[in-house]
């Protein structure tokens, strides 16, 4: 079992930043990707970008340019940042790891807020 823990959601202005951070509880040995989702009220969850155990790296198209997936694999941490934040942005953003067995259901966080608002 891999717990994941996000951290740095709020409520920010357009055009400001944040920065995600996903702290897992074990090393990622066992992991094939980690990753950032969110979900907006009324819509599905939707991929926003992952990073796979080789450094492979993609984005949804609505955010490439703007938020920069990273990780610190001594502290087994993901982060996402997040900049030239626009009011579409808001959303819950759930942090995922994704086991390299395919038997294996993904992890996922509680979900950190993100609000885009003045």
């Known amino acids: 079992q891999v717990q994941l823990v996000e951290s740095g959601g709020g409520l920010v202005q357009p055009g400001g930043s944040l920065r995600l951070s996903c702290a897992a509880s074990?090393?990622?040995?066992?992991?094939?990707?980690r990753g950032w989702y969110r979900q907006a009220p009324g819509k599905q969850r939707e991929l926003v970008a992952t990073?796979?155990?080789?450094?492979?790296?993609d984005y949804a198209d609505s955010v490439k340019g703007r938020f920069t997936i990273s990780r610190d694999s001594a502290k087994n941490t993901v982060y996402l940042q997040m900049n030239s934040l626009k009011s579409e942005d808001t959303a819950l953003y759930y942090c995922?790891?994704?086991?390299?067995?395919?038997?294996?259901?993904?992890?996922w966080g509680q979900g950190t807020q993100v609000t885009v608002s003045s």
């Open positions: 074990r090393s990622s040995f066992n992991l094939i990707a």
């Open positions: 995922n790891a994704r086991p390299s067995n395919p038997w294996q259901s993904d992890y």
């Open positions: 990073i796979t155990r080789d450094g492979s790296i």
